[in-house]
């Protein structure tokens, strides 16, 4: 099968995002085994921190999946106009209402990320 070749790279993504989703726990737990209190400053800046290096690796994956589901659109479209020449103009023109659905998606990801970092 053809997309067998992109089940190594989806496995890969989700071993990062439960990676990721890990790391925060694994800092939880180094700063409650240290005995001296932190200020609550410090505690902040720590909190916000994690969040932008969350929110940047969210939007990282989701850039990645988007490349990944654009170049299966134009490769798939390509093909398809050298097939029929006749039909390039309709073919055409919804691949690119599906990419721009792609970044859209990618845009509202960035959004998410954005709104993460700064109002929780």
Not at 62 to 89: L, N
């Amino acid at each position: 099968m053809k997309h067998s070749r992109l089940f190594p790279l989806l496995l890969a993504l989700a071993l990062l995002a439960a990676l990721l989703f890990a790391l925060p726990a694994a800092a939880q737990a180094a700063d409650a085994d240290a005995p001296e209190a932190e200020s609550a400053a410090v505690a902040a800046e720590k909190t916000v921190g994690t969040k932008a290096v969350a929110a940047a690796a969210v939007v990282g994956v989701v850039a990645a999946v988007g490349a990944v589901g654009m170049a299966i659109a134009i490769s798939k479209s390509t093909e398809g106009m050298a097939r029929q020449p006749e039909a390039a103009g309709r073919i055409n023109s919804a691949m690119m209402l599906g990419l721009i659905f792609i970044e859209t998606t990618i845009i509202y990801a960035l959004i998410v990320a954005i709104l993460i970092v700064f109002v929780l």
